[in-house]
């Protein structure tokens, strides 16, 4: 999202990021109780909208962060290593826990 950016270079990333968090926790808390409390499919759409447009601008700035609080001698490894651990780790949970099912052990 460029208004994340824009904004994440105005205010600063650790604001942007902490900011858009909370908005985005308090925004889907509410939303979620509408579409709970009188569900339809407009109001699903509001809430999946609304939640994409806070998650742009957590996930704008993010890179970005990641990258400036890693050393610049090994910013490529570490931002690299960051991102597979991200991604590996939940793999490798859900993978264990399917292997407990299939083997009850």
């Known amino acids: 999202c460029p208004f994340a950016g ?12 902490v900011t858009a968090m909370i908005l985005y926790a308090f925004v889907m808390l509410t939303l979620t109780a509408w579409v ?35 050393p610049v001698g090994v910013r490529a490894t570490g931002v690299a290593l960051i991102y ?8 490798v949970a859900l993978a264990e826990s399917t292997l407990l099912e299939f083997t009850s052990h």
């Open 6 to 17: 824009h904004f994440s270079d105005r205010w600063g990333r650790k604001r942007m990021l």
């Open 36 to 70: 709970l409390h009188a569900p339809s499919f407009g109001h699903y759409l509001i809430l999946q909208f609304t939640a994409t447009v806070c998650m742009a601008f957590v996930w704008g700035p993010y890179p970005s962060a990641v990258t400036e609080g890693v």
């Open 84 to 91: 597979n651990f991200s991604v590996m780790l939940p793999l």
